[in-house]
């Protein structure tokens, strides 16, 4: 990033601009390639992990202090991050999900099928939204580098399972069709604090994961359960 604002700015346009790329490119395989949505983004995450370990193959690099003091620092009571994610929900996700693109993209999740034949722009709307995808996790990336002050190529790795877990905590079904933005920022808040008082209490790494699996096979199960007519039509499939 080197020290100047202009030399700052101008590694956040670029990780923006660069989101949104490998979003569009993660939309181009799912939406007009055809491939199931979970197989296609595990490949390309293979491809953009292997990009990451070519460009830095092991961490380095630095990130200026005020940068990190910007995004981890606090305003006061409340911390740099949360207002910072306010912003992004207020000025990005509330005016998507007003509009008309908000609403194709709930129904599209909900039953691709029956959009597709209600006339919705199925593949547009779902580039659309792996593009957005793409914008926030280069968002999220700005604030690992802050709070690591350094680039690192493999450390996103970590939250996969973490930013699922939070989403279904947060009442999103991975089936599509249900979920508010609200609710994966409180299901990560609770995820972090169970995490916290697992570290607190000494508990292993190894439990850690396997609780958090858990937690995410619970909650998929209980959105089954919520979208069946009963008990009865779950246990028959």
């Known amino acids: 990033m080197g ?13 923006l601009v660069i989101g949104l790329a490998l979003g569009a490119f993660n939309g181009l395989v799912v939406a007009y390639g055809r491939i199931e949505p979970l197989i296609g983004t595990f490949c390309t995450s293979f491809i953009f992990a292997g990009s990451a370990l070519i460009i830095l193959p092991r961490p380095g690099g630095s990130v200026p202090d005020g940068f990190a003091a910007a995004l981890t620092g606090n305003w006061g009571p409340l911390p740099f991050s ?31 099928e029956s959009a597709r034949i209600s006339g919705l722009p199925v593949r547009r709307v779902a580039l659309a939204s792996y593009m957005l995808a793409g914008l926030f996790s280069a968002i999220t990336a700005l604030f690992l580098a802050a709070e690591t002050t350094s680039g690192d190529p493999s450390i996103g790795g970590i939250y996969t399972l973490n930013s699922l877990a939070a989403a279904v905590l947060g009442g999103v079904s991975l089936m599509g069709g249900r979920g508010t933005v609200i609710g994966p920022i409180l299901g990560s808040f609770v995820l972090s604090i169970i995490l916290n008082a697992l570290g607190v209490f000494n508990v292993s790494a190894f439990w850690q994961d396997f609780i958090e699996g858990l937690m995410l096979v619970l909650g998929l199960g209980g959105f089954r359960v919520l979208r069946a007519a009963s008990w009865l039509s779950v246990l028959r499939q």
Do not use: K, M, Q
Request: net charge neutral; hydrophobic share 60%; proline share 5%.
């Open 3 to 15: 020290n100047s604002a202009l030399g700052v700015a101008s590694v956040v346009v670029a990780s």
């Open 82 to 112: 949360l207002v910072l994610l306010a912003a992004a929900v207020l000025l990005v996700w509330v005016p998507v999900f007003g509009s008309r693109l908000g609403r194709y993209i709930t129904a599209i999740g909900d039953d691709p």
